[in-house]
Protein backbone atom coordinates (compact mmCIF):
# COMPACT_ATOMS: atom_id res chain seq x y z
CA UNK A 1 0.00 0.00 0.00
CA UNK A 2 1.13 3.30 -1.05
CA UNK A 3 1.71 6.08 1.95
CA UNK A 4 -1.37 7.91 3.20
CA UNK A 5 -2.23 9.36 6.75
CA UNK A 6 -4.67 11.90 8.33
CA UNK A 7 -3.29 14.86 9.90
CA UNK A 8 -4.61 18.26 11.08
CA UNK A 9 -3.42 21.80 9.33
CA UNK A 10 -1.01 23.03 11.64
CA UNK A 11 -0.58 26.69 9.80
CA UNK A 12 1.74 28.25 7.50
CA UNK A 13 5.54 29.07 8.00
CA UNK A 14 9.26 29.52 6.20
CA UNK A 15 12.12 27.34 6.15
CA UNK A 16 15.47 27.25 4.54
CA UNK A 17 16.23 24.36 2.03
CA UNK A 18 19.40 22.92 2.30
CA UNK A 19 20.17 25.50 -0.54
CA UNK A 20 19.72 28.07 1.47
CA UNK A 21 16.37 29.00 -0.82
CA UNK A 22 13.49 30.34 2.02
CA UNK A 23 10.15 28.11 1.17
CA UNK A 24 6.81 28.89 2.27
CA UNK A 25 5.77 26.26 3.99
CA UNK A 26 2.67 24.64 5.45
CA UNK A 27 3.09 22.54 8.71
CA UNK A 28 0.81 19.01 9.21
CA UNK A 29 0.69 17.17 12.32
CA UNK A 30 0.36 14.04 10.04
CA UNK A 31 -0.61 10.40 12.36
CA UNK A 32 0.17 9.15 14.28
CA UNK A 33 -2.70 7.09 12.83
CA UNK A 34 -4.12 3.35 13.16
CA UNK A 35 -5.19 1.07 10.66
CA UNK A 36 -9.09 0.27 12.41
CA UNK A 37 -10.01 -2.90 8.93
CA UNK A 38 -8.68 -4.31 6.33
CA UNK A 39 -11.17 -4.80 3.52
CA UNK A 40 -10.87 -7.77 0.82
CA UNK A 41 -13.02 -8.70 -1.79
CA UNK A 42 -13.69 -11.78 0.07
CA UNK A 43 -15.11 -10.03 2.81
CA UNK A 44 -16.50 -6.46 1.64
CA UNK A 45 -16.69 -7.66 -2.04
CA UNK A 46 -13.82 -4.59 -2.65
CA UNK A 47 -10.39 -4.30 -1.13
CA UNK A 48 -9.67 -1.10 1.22
CA UNK A 49 -7.99 0.03 4.18
CA UNK A 50 -9.59 1.82 7.37
CA UNK A 51 -7.27 4.32 9.11
CA UNK A 52 -8.22 6.49 12.27
CA UNK A 53 -6.51 9.27 13.80
CA UNK A 54 -7.03 11.06 17.02
CA UNK A 55 -7.60 9.07 19.98
CA UNK A 56 -11.18 10.01 21.86
CA UNK A 57 -12.33 9.21 25.37
CA UNK A 58 -14.67 6.14 25.26
CA UNK A 59 -17.58 8.30 26.97
CA UNK A 60 -17.50 10.28 23.78
CA UNK A 61 -17.83 7.92 21.66
CA UNK A 62 -20.73 5.64 20.77
CA UNK A 63 -20.82 2.10 21.45
CA UNK A 64 -20.59 0.24 17.88
CA UNK A 65 -17.37 2.49 17.76
CA UNK A 66 -15.90 1.91 20.60
CA UNK A 67 -16.23 -1.90 19.43
CA UNK A 68 -14.90 -1.61 16.31
CA UNK A 69 -11.97 -0.26 17.21
CA UNK A 70 -11.33 -3.02 19.81
CA UNK A 71 -11.45 -5.47 17.14
CA UNK A 72 -8.22 -3.61 16.34
CA UNK A 73 -6.97 -3.50 20.16
CA UNK A 74 -6.75 0.50 19.27
CA UNK A 75 -8.77 3.15 21.27
CA UNK A 76 -11.78 4.70 19.40
CA UNK A 77 -10.73 7.43 17.31
CA UNK A 78 -12.26 11.11 16.19
CA UNK A 79 -11.67 10.40 12.09
CA UNK A 80 -11.96 7.83 10.16
CA UNK A 81 -11.57 7.23 6.30
CA UNK A 82 -11.17 4.55 4.18
CA UNK A 83 -8.92 4.03 1.19
CA UNK A 84 -9.75 2.50 -1.69
CA UNK A 85 -7.19 0.06 -3.08
CA UNK A 86 -7.15 -1.75 -6.85
CA UNK A 87 -5.51 -4.91 -5.15
CA UNK A 88 -4.89 -6.29 -1.49
CA UNK A 89 -3.20 -4.73 0.92
CA UNK A 90 -1.09 -7.18 1.63
CA UNK A 91 1.61 -5.47 4.40
CA UNK A 92 -1.49 -4.05 6.33
CA UNK A 93 -2.39 -5.48 9.24
CA UNK A 94 -5.22 -4.07 11.95
CA UNK A 95 -4.20 -2.34 14.39
CA UNK A 96 -0.62 -1.45 12.34
CA UNK A 97 0.62 2.42 13.26
CA UNK A 98 1.12 4.58 10.18
CA UNK A 99 3.41 7.54 11.29
CA UNK A 100 4.83 10.27 9.22
CA UNK A 101 7.95 8.08 8.65
CA UNK A 102 6.19 6.79 5.74
CA UNK A 103 6.74 9.84 3.09
CA UNK A 104 10.57 9.75 4.17
CA UNK A 105 11.95 9.62 0.34
CA UNK A 106 8.66 10.72 -0.76
CA UNK A 107 9.12 13.99 -3.42
CA UNK A 108 5.32 14.96 -3.82
CA UNK A 109 2.04 14.39 -2.47
CA UNK A 110 -1.43 14.94 -3.12
CA UNK A 111 -3.41 16.87 -0.33
CA UNK A 112 -7.22 16.75 0.21
CA UNK A 113 -8.87 18.81 2.74
CA UNK A 114 -12.51 20.50 2.82
CA UNK A 115 -12.27 24.10 1.83
CA UNK A 116 -13.31 27.44 4.16
CA UNK A 117 -16.96 27.80 4.04
CA UNK A 118 -17.77 31.43 2.65
CA UNK A 119 -21.68 31.30 3.57
CA UNK A 120 -24.15 33.10 0.15
CA UNK A 121 -21.61 34.89 -2.13
CA UNK A 122 -22.20 36.79 -5.05
CA UNK A 123 -21.30 36.23 -8.34
CA UNK A 124 -18.38 38.98 -8.15
CA UNK A 125 -17.12 36.52 -4.98
CA UNK A 126 -18.42 33.20 -6.28
CA UNK A 127 -17.41 33.23 -10.21
CA UNK A 128 -15.17 36.50 -10.70
CA UNK A 129 -17.77 38.60 -12.63
CA UNK A 130 -16.44 42.08 -13.55
CA UNK A 131 -20.10 43.68 -12.12
CA UNK A 132 -21.63 46.29 -13.94
CA UNK A 133 -20.11 49.04 -15.52
CA UNK A 134 -19.38 51.84 -12.54
CA UNK A 135 -20.64 55.01 -14.31
CA UNK A 136 -22.32 55.71 -17.02
CA UNK A 137 -26.21 55.72 -15.51
CA UNK A 138 -25.23 52.60 -13.18
CA UNK A 139 -27.66 53.09 -10.25
CA UNK A 140 -27.17 50.70 -7.25
CA UNK A 141 -26.32 47.48 -9.88
CA UNK A 142 -23.12 47.47 -9.55
CA UNK A 143 -22.65 43.86 -8.14
CA UNK A 144 -25.35 42.46 -9.93
CA UNK A 145 -25.12 39.61 -11.96
CA UNK A 146 -26.93 40.80 -14.87
CA UNK A 147 -29.03 39.34 -17.80
CA UNK A 148 -29.33 35.20 -16.88
CA UNK A 149 -30.72 34.36 -20.61
CA UNK A 150 -33.91 32.76 -21.29
CA UNK A 151 -34.90 29.79 -18.95
CA UNK A 152 -36.27 27.73 -21.46
CA UNK A 153 -33.92 27.95 -24.20
CA UNK A 154 -32.40 23.73 -23.69
CA UNK A 155 -34.70 21.62 -24.70
CA UNK A 156 -36.81 19.74 -21.99
CA UNK A 157 -35.43 22.32 -19.19
CA UNK A 158 -39.05 24.11 -19.01
CA UNK A 159 -39.07 27.27 -17.02
CA UNK A 160 -36.02 26.75 -14.98
CA UNK A 161 -32.73 28.01 -15.18
CA UNK A 162 -30.29 26.44 -17.25
CA UNK A 163 -28.11 23.50 -15.60
CA UNK A 164 -24.31 24.72 -14.27
CA UNK A 165 -25.96 28.83 -14.76
CA UNK A 166 -23.14 30.57 -12.81
CA UNK A 167 -25.39 32.84 -9.85
CA UNK A 168 -25.40 33.75 -6.74
CA UNK A 169 -24.97 30.87 -3.91
CA UNK A 170 -23.37 28.65 -1.36
CA UNK A 171 -19.44 28.82 -1.67
CA UNK A 172 -16.93 26.74 -0.07
CA UNK A 173 -17.14 24.01 2.58
CA UNK A 174 -16.46 21.87 -0.26
CA UNK A 175 -13.91 18.93 -0.71
CA UNK A 176 -10.78 20.32 -2.97
CA UNK A 177 -7.73 17.75 -3.73
CA UNK A 178 -4.78 19.90 -4.33
CA UNK A 179 -1.95 17.67 -5.96
CA UNK A 180 1.72 17.65 -6.60
CA UNK A 181 2.56 19.46 -3.27
CA UNK A 182 6.37 19.17 -2.84
CA UNK A 183 7.64 17.52 0.52
CA UNK A 184 9.99 19.90 2.44
CA UNK A 185 10.88 17.63 5.44
CA UNK A 186 9.62 15.25 7.64
CA UNK A 187 9.87 15.28 11.14
CA UNK A 188 9.25 12.16 12.43
CA UNK A 189 10.22 13.23 16.48
CA UNK A 190 7.41 15.62 16.59
CA UNK A 191 4.84 14.12 13.58
CA UNK A 192 4.82 16.94 11.41
CA UNK A 193 5.09 17.14 7.53
CA UNK A 194 6.18 20.56 6.17
CA UNK A 195 4.80 20.62 2.32
CA UNK A 196 5.40 24.05 0.20
CA UNK A 197 2.56 26.03 -0.50
CA UNK A 198 -0.77 26.24 0.88
CA UNK A 199 -3.33 23.48 1.77
CA UNK A 200 -7.45 23.69 1.23
CA UNK A 201 -9.24 24.32 4.55
CA UNK A 202 -8.47 26.58 7.77
CA UNK A 203 -6.02 26.06 10.69
CA UNK A 204 -7.35 22.89 12.34
CA UNK A 205 -9.14 21.37 9.97
CA UNK A 206 -8.88 17.72 8.67
CA UNK A 207 -6.36 16.64 5.53
CA UNK A 208 -5.72 13.92 3.88
CA UNK A 209 -2.24 12.84 2.46
CA UNK A 210 -1.03 10.80 -0.03
CA UNK A 211 1.81 10.04 -2.63
CA UNK A 212 0.85 11.71 -5.65
CA UNK A 213 -0.71 10.09 -8.29
CA UNK A 214 0.32 12.96 -11.22
CA UNK A 215 3.80 13.81 -10.31
CA UNK A 216 5.96 13.60 -13.70
CA UNK A 217 9.10 13.12 -11.45
CA UNK A 218 10.11 10.57 -8.71
CA UNK A 219 12.33 13.25 -7.00
CA UNK A 220 12.06 16.69 -5.63
CA UNK A 221 13.84 19.17 -7.91
CA UNK A 222 17.25 20.40 -7.37
CA UNK A 223 18.15 24.13 -6.14
Known amino acids: MKAAILGIKVGMTQVYDEAGV ?4 TVVQAGPCNVLQVKTVASDGYDAVQIGFDDVKPQRAIAPAIG ?29 A ?3 EAFNGVAFVDVIGTTKGKGFA ?13 SHGCERKHRSP ?3 SSHSSNRGTGGKPKRGKKMAG ?36 LVFIRVSKTAKVATAPAQ
Open 170 to 205: HMGDARCTTRNIRVVRVDSENNLLLVKGALPGANGG
Open 98 to 100: ITV
Open 146 to 148: GAI
Open 22 to 25: LLPV
Open 122 to 134: GVMKRHNFKGMPA
Open 68 to 96: HAAKAGCKPKRYVREMRLSEPAADVQPGQ
